[in-house]
């Protein structure tokens, strides 16, 4: 395959950016997106051109580090992460879009690569549960429902990749969250800390300069592990309820 | 950079010993090491500096509870966030003894069956400790909330994984890695947030810092600015995890590397059992030159799948058009008692022998099937589904074929490292205050890991392990003097660090980094792969050295050093393998018998079993460094085993 890509490329976080055309052949539809850029880059690099940033690392769809706008898509055309879309989908000739995440609340750090870190922030507010090493009762002295557990998993699978952020017209972070916050509420062990997980996390996410949720459903639909948009509607009102609870307190 | 003398020409050294280890009945060795270990004032843990380096299973786990005991911890990972390490990537599950099945289990099996799939080849009083943490891991991690896969009465479901009788596999999903390390990396949080843990993210570590022979900081680049900086401690504690990626292709992260450990051993500390590597059985094939990296299948496959190649060489049907008769599962004929559940050694080494003999399948012969019709048969295609739908997925994304309708095609990748660096039975190395977790260390597995064994050992070490033999450490130095950044010995490492990075970006050649990594993995997975021979690996050891030379004249880093630069941090991982290839391939060399992974081909038994020659080789060999090139010193620790005797392995 023969492809023209039109690639972000800025310097470093203070630097303007501008997108820059480049063609890449000899392309296998076998290929991964990202080792269809490897590609470009052994060649930019043989130029003495500076290769195209941008992070990876499992290349597996599990770390979440990848975190490309294909052609306007979070992580491109399929459901997928940007490092698990194949170029099979993709024709021949055509040209393809790269951003990076575009957010206000993710600074560009250099062409592809964004800083993330307000993610950390987020559940360094509240998205654990308080269990020091040590202190844990037998595993089995809490049973946990199945569906309940099956509820926690499928939130928990949330990869933090970000692509809900870059998906919402608003630069939300509702469904990143949303699924931190359903993953530990559900469970009894997460229930001491029910209140003030949801209330702390929230104030975080709101002081990091996210956007507001007008339930466009975008993330929902560009998050590579389906976490479901009623994961949301769950997070407002857990916040609800502990807002007046702590009115009442 | 030249060799005085032939880098085959090993020096044999002093033993090397764990003084650690009490004696004693096994099972009280454990409680009798963190009764004698020292305490530090709970009031004195706050002056104390803990440095840990990566936030994986261990060293995320380790920074949690270090900080949690009162440590000011300072932490670093190369990746944005700590949740991005690689045991995110870990599917199949966590081993613990808690017998939940009655099936039989018990921490005495569990440590048996560990020493045994390592091929004997493991410090008994590391494996039991192992055993006997795992039921502790359970409950911790249940604690933070992490899901486990449930029955419907409400209690923790188990399965069964390679190598073992029992079903002692706790998991969530294909995701349990993922599930741990984000209930680690959430304890973490929760550390940073109250100001006890100063996380670093993308911040790579470039060496050791050590002063009057202890170690006191390491050397670390800010990913984003370039900067290098010096950072003391007093104590180290390495959690990079393994090496794998020296083959190029492997089932780790792009950038897991393996500068920390290696940096750490060119400053003192021995390397054990470098060529201990496993190669795992059930990898998707790879499709082309293009490929950056392999992807694993979990294990817990093969709890349903059965894999099997046509009896006849060459035959191109397509699987599903090959009759029963004409098919050949390899395993269950060669192994009847543990079928498609033998080891991992074993199950990767069957694979390469039906290829071998011309009967592999797919493009280039390089696979063999990984079928699921009878599971879906036998149980429907519903809870096929719900046991292994994200694998499924995944498969079907990479090879664009649905394994529902035709079998996986499967092939061995290198996976993990057993070797590391050597550590006692405090997890310290032999630079005093310097302490390997997790893959870093050679301890537990042997010359071969279980499967669900890595978890259970980075979140042993991590959690429990670890913060309690450290302690003894900084008691018993509790005045170190402080170290600054005028001192000779920080200058002069620093001084290398920023000299290496000026020279890789100073020879501007016409090669790229990848393009000698490629290189140096082809000819470790031709020559120190699946299969060794003494005239293949004197010829890498022939080889590395002149593409270490070619390396230095021809390396191109675009860019500057003060700035994020991807191709720098590439380039001087590269280093870093070509050495550590070379002491691979030396250690695969003079360990003439074949155990676990190391399969020497001269040394097998008739049925083509690896043969373990235990009056010559039951020992870990622990390696000095003595210059860049120059011959190693070579440290035996003999091996004992009291409680498991060392048999020819048998699984049949």
């Not at chain 2, 537990?444 to 392990?465: C, E, I, K, P, T």
């Not at chain 2, 050495?579 to 992974?597: I, K, V």
Request: aromatic share 8%; with cysteine.
């Amino acid at each position: 395959m023969k492809l023209t890509l039109r690639v972000w490329r800025q310097k470093n976080a203070d630097a303007e950016g501008a997108m820059s055309t480049y063609e890449v052949d000899g392309i296998s539809p076998d290929m991964s997106f990202l080792e269809m850029l490897d590609t470009l880059n052994e060649e930019l690099i043989l130029k003495g051109e500076d290769p195209v940033a941008f992070d990876h690392d499992c290349r597996e769809g599990i770390c979440g580090a990848c975190s490309l706008v294909i052609d306007g898509d979070a992580h491109g055309p399929e459901r997928t992460t940007t490092c698990q879309l194949h170029m099979r989908s993709f024709r021949d000739g055509d040209t393809i879009d790269i951003e990076p995440w575009r957010a206000s609340a993710f600074p560009v750090i250099k062409d592809l690569v964004v800083d993330r870190s307000a993610f950390d922030r987020i559940i360094q507010a509240g998205g654990y549960i308080t269990a020091p090493t040590g202190s844990a009762p037998e595993a089995h002295a809490t049973p946990v429902p199945k569906a309940d557990a099956d509820s926690a998993f499928e939130h928990a699978e949330c990869i933090g990749c970000g692509a809900c952020v870059a998906a919402c017209p608003n630069g939300a972070a509702m469904l990143f969250t949303s699924a931190k916050i359903n993953h530990l509420n559900v469970l009894p062990q997460g229930a001491p800390e029910r209140e003030s997980r949801v209330l702390n996390m929230v104030a975080q996410m709101d002081e990091e300069g996210f956007g507001g949720c007008t339930l466009t459903g975008e993330c929902a639909t560009a998050c590579p592990k389906g976490i479901p948009l009623v994961s949301i509607t769950s997070m407002n009102k857990e916040w609800l309820r502990a807002t007046r609870k702590s009115a009442r307190s | 950079m030249t060799a005085s003398a032939e880098y085959t020409d090993y020096t044999t050294g002093e033993p090397v010993a764990d003084t650690k280890a009490p004696k004693g009945p096994i099972n009280e060795r454990w409680d009798t090491r963190r009764f004698e270990a020292r305490l530090v004032n709970p009031a004195n843990r706050r002056k104390h500096t803990v440095i840990v380096v990566g936030t994986g299973l261990a060293g995320g786990s380790a920074g949690a509870t270090l900080a949690e005991q009162g440590y000011h911890v300072v932490q670093f990972c190369y990746q944005d966030s700590p949740r991005r390490a690689h045991s995110i990537a870990a599917q199949g599950g966590i081993n613990a003894a808690k017998n939940y099945r009655n099936d039989g289990d018990s921490v005495h099996r569990l440590f048996y069956d560990t020493v045994k799939g390592g091929d004997f080849r493991a410090r008994e009083s590391n494996v039991h400790r192992l055993a006997q943490i795992s039921v502790e891991i359970i409950d911790q991690c249940v604690a933070q909330g992490v899901p486990f896969a449930r029955e419907y009465g409400g209690l923790l479901d188990t399965r069964s994984f390679g190598g073992v009788q029992v079903s002692r596999t706790f998991y969530a999903r294909g995701q349990t890695g993922q599930q741990l390390l984000l209930g680690a990396y959430q304890a973490l949080s929760r550390q940073i947030a109250a100001g006890n843990v100063e996380m670093h993210p993308r911040t790579e570590m470039l060496d050791l810092i050590v002063v009057d022979g202890r170690a006191r900081g390491i050397v670390a680049r800010d990913l984003v600015t370039g900067k290098i900086d010096t950072y003391f401690a007093d104590a180290v504690v390495l959690a990079s995890g393994g090496y794998g990626n020296v083959f190029y292709l492997s089932t780790n992260a792009m950038n897991s590397n393996a500068t920390a450990i290696w940096r750490a051993h060119r400053r003192g500390a021995y390397f054990a059992n470098p060529c201990f590597t496993q190669i795992h059985p059930t990898c998707i094939p790879r499709t082309g030159d293009h490929q950056s990296k392999l992807t694993l299948m979990s294990e817990s496959l093969r709890n349903d799948g059965r894999i099997w190649v046509p009896k006849a060489k060459g035959d191109n049907r397509p699987p599903n058009e090959i009759p029963e008769d004409e098919r050949d599962y390899y395993l269950e004929r060669i192994y009847p008692s543990f079928g498609n559940l033998v080891p991992r050694d074993i199950a990767s080494r069957a694979a390469k022998n039906v290829c071998d003999e011309g009967r592999g399948v797919g493009p280039g012969g390089q696979g063999v099937y990984l079928d699921f019709a009878d599971a879906i048969r036998r149980m429907g295609r519903k809870k096929v589904e719900e046991k292994y739908g994200n694998l499924f997925e995944m498969y079907e994304r990479i090879t664009a074929e649905n394994p529902y309708e035709v079998p996986m095609r499967i092939y061995p990748a290198v996976h993990y490292t057993m070797g590391g660096l050597w550590v006692d039975y405090d997890l310290q190395t032999t630079v005093p205050g310097l302490f390997a977790v997790g893959e870093a260390n050679f301890s537990d597995h042997g010359a071969n890991r279980l499967g669900a064994s890595a978890l259970m050992q980075g979140l042993a070490d991590g959690y429990f392990v670890l913060p309690a033999t450290i302690n003894d450490y900084l008691a018993r130095n509790p005045h170190q003097d402080p170290v600054t950044t005028d001192h000779p010995a920080v200058r002069e490492v620093l001084a290398e660090t920023e000299d290496r990075l000026d020279l890789l970006l100073s020879v501007d050649g016409d090669r790229t980094p990848d393009s000698f990594h490629r290189e140096v993995g082809e000819l470790m997975w031709e020559f120190c792969g699946m299969a060794r021979t003494d005239s293949g690996l004197r010829k890498a050891l022939e080889r590395i050295p002149q593409i270490r030379e070619e390396f230095w004249r021809r390396i191109k880093v675009p860019g500057t050093g003060e700035e994020f630069n991807q191709s720098l941090e590439k380039a001087n991982r590269v280093v870093d393998y070509l050495e550590l290839a070379e002491l691979m391939c030396l250690d695969a060399l003079h360990r003439t018998e074949s155990c676990g992974g190391h399969f020497r081909e001269e040394s097998q038994t008739s049925d083509g079993e690896a043969a373990r020659r235990d009056d010559e080789f039951a020992y870990a060999a622990a390696w000095e460094f003595t210059g860049t090139g120059e011959a190693p010193t070579l440290h035996k620790e003999d091996l004992v085993f009291e409680y498991v005797h060392p048999t020819q392995r048998s699984y049949a």
